[in-house]
């Protein structure tokens, strides 16, 4: 008996309408990104976001429920491709202050190209009541995770002193204090660099205290 290779004729559709989302979702992902960025959130409305990317407004209400879905799928993004970075910041066998200031850095590095977009997010939870500084801040945990290895390895190797509640509540402060600092480059037109100076100091505090 001969069984063909060629696909079940009732998948195929299937197939070729999720490719078709699939690719629909990705040209609403990347005319939002754009828009956002040059109009911020409020001046950027879902008819503008649908004509830059060819599409319809119906188009758009077929991947997101609003204007705020798209808006937080647009940051999501982001805040992945930050994760991935802090991930390979840290070099193994630094000091704690060094590991710690190399993942702020490649944060600071990572939004400073694009701080419009980092603003429209912080508009955005303060007028809309998101929770967090930045909507739902999908990396926090990863951070907290990363943060709290870091001084973990500090405390094995006799660098700090702290039990597993100051280490937790350590990496919290260091991660809002990175987090606030943001608002100095948004603002006050802080630069990049001034920011990871800043942090490096903010860093050495915490610590003083661990040590």
Known sequence: MIVSMLPIESDVPTSLRAQSKLKTRRRVLDAARQLFMERGYEAATIRDIASHAGLSTGAVFASFIDKTDLFNAVMAEDFQRQVEALRGAAKPGAKVEDAILAVFEAGYRFHGAQLPLLQAAISLSWSHGLGGEFGDRPSFGLA?????????RGVEAGELKADSEQVRLAAELLWDAYVSNYRRAL???????RLIERVRQQ???VLASLR
């Open 203 to 205: 860093i050495s505090m």
């Open 187 to 193: 603002f006050d037109g802080w630069s990049i660099d």
């Open 144 to 152: 907290m995770d990363a943060l709290s290895d870091i001084l973990t």
